[in-house]
């Protein structure tokens, strides 16, 4: 019992030997950054930024994740004018986006910078300031949005690059006087980021060679199998 099973393992040994021995071929996942931005400036605004796409020959894409940072800057003045005081609320805001190639929206932000204040009656003198008004400088105010991607990657492959639409509207307002002078000066911001997670593929590693026997491998089958014979039909005495 313990001879057969002896000899089979050592053939099964012999064939595991005898085949061909190649590396799996690893792959490790990592990540690359690209950033683009629109510089501040007053809104309303159509600019572009511009991102690589990934390129295929890097490996295999897993993830994408967008980012859209949003600023807002400027100032208000404001002045009640109604015959009596007023709890007056002001909102510097930029509505920004950004778009796909076609315009359709793929993020949107709404950064807000806002003042709350009493104001006494109208004093009869528009200079927002006194104590009918006021006048708020170097207001600002940031927000960040962002979305991910793990398939329908058509967007973002390619060897060239990828140039998306960035937009802001002004959304700034002020209530709580039934007469009130409002000046805004609205200026936004934009920076655009895109990761690319993928696995790079490692280079084959070369083939291990098995070392080459002086006798055949035929030669060595051919004794196996004569061995398990004689240890299945032992010679008679």
Known sequence: MHRHFSIQFAAATLI?????ITAA????????????????????FDKFVTIPKFDPNLGE???????LGSE???SIRLENLDAQSADVTANLAAEVSLLKPDKSILLTTLPTAS???SFAADDGDLDYKGPSGATYNNLSNTKTASTSFTSDFGLFIGSDTLTLPVTAVA???GTGAGNL??????LAAAKVEVVYEYYIKKPEEPKRKVPE?????SALAAVGVCTLLKSKYPQQA
């Open 72 to 74: 807002v800057q400027g």
């Open 115 to 117: 003042i709350a204040q």
């Open 213 to 217: 026997s002086n006798i055949p491998l």
């Open 181 to 186: 002078a409002q000046i805004f000066n609205t």
């Open 16 to 20: 595991a030997f005898a085949a061909p």
């Open 25 to 44: 071929q690893a792959a490790t996942l990592t990540t690359v950054k690209y950033e683009s931005s629109v510089n501040v400036q007053k809104t309303n």
């Open 61 to 67: 894409l897993q993830k994408v994740f967008v980012q």
């Open 171 to 173: 959304k700034s307002s």
